[in-house]
């Protein structure tokens, strides 16, 4: 193991995280879930930091990462709503926008071929509202009480991105196919 190997292992432990936040969520010790999501945060910009700076970046690294940031982002999700705190409703659409964007990724794969997986503004734009939807409500359950207009506002903003954003793979994704299927043919 050397140094380069690092960005790697912190992604490892942010995958470890997500037991114990999980646990701390579904037992509603919400205080110390945050102090842990803070860490996964920390740890998140830390390995791409390490892995930029340092040319440390490797395959493994670039499926690690956002593996970690998903698993923990869709536990978030499932424990919160299994608590009652988040609409089991917005869970599943968030889960179906996932499963639709591997489904056609997989069939591009094997139907078109090769690709590189890069996400979308809008797709970011909608991580960023997840993660600060799962931030507001741990947060309001553990630390200070957040006005349920803005929880609201929230998970109406994750809800819009997260129907756009899927709907932008469905198409960007439908055109690259298209256009690959018609050089095929040429």
């Given at each position: 193991m050397t140094l380069r190997d690092l960005p790697n292992l912190i992604s490892v432990l942010r995958i470890v995280l997500v037991i114990p936040i999980v646990y701390l969520?579904?037992?509603?010790?919400?205080?110390?879930?945050?102090v842990l999501f803070a860490v996964a945060g920390i740890s998140d910009g830390l390995d791409g930091y390490l892995a930029k700076r340092y040319n440390w970046s490797s395959?493994?690294?670039?499926?690690?990462?956002?593996?970690?940031?998903k698993l923990l982002l869709v536990s978030?999700?499932?424990?919160l709503a299994w608590v009652g705190e988040i609409?089991?409703?917005?869970?599943?659409?968030?889960?179906?926008?996932?499963?639709?964007?591997?489904?056609?990724?997989?069939?591009?794969?094997?139907?078109i071929g090769q690709f590189e997986?890069?996400?979308t503004w809008i797709s970011k734009l909608n991580t960023v509202f997840q993660i600060v939807l799962v931030l507001a409500i741990v947060f309001s359950?553990?630390?200070?009480?957040l006005s349920p207009a803005m929880i609201n506002g929230l998970v109406i903003m994750v809800t819009i991105t997260t129907l756009i954003s899927g709907l932008d793979y469905i198409w960007v994704w439908g055109r690259r196919a298209t256009l690959a299927s018609k050089q095929e043919r040429s």
């Open positions: 969520l579904v037992q509603r010790q919400f205080g110390l879930a945050l395959r493994l690294g670039s499926i690690l990462d956002p593996l970690a940031d978030a999700f499932l424990a609409p089991l409703w917005l869970v599943i659409a968030i889960m179906a926008r996932d499963v639709i964007i591997i489904l056609g990724g997989i069939i591009y794969h094997y139907l997986m890069v996400p359950l553990g630390v200070y009480t």
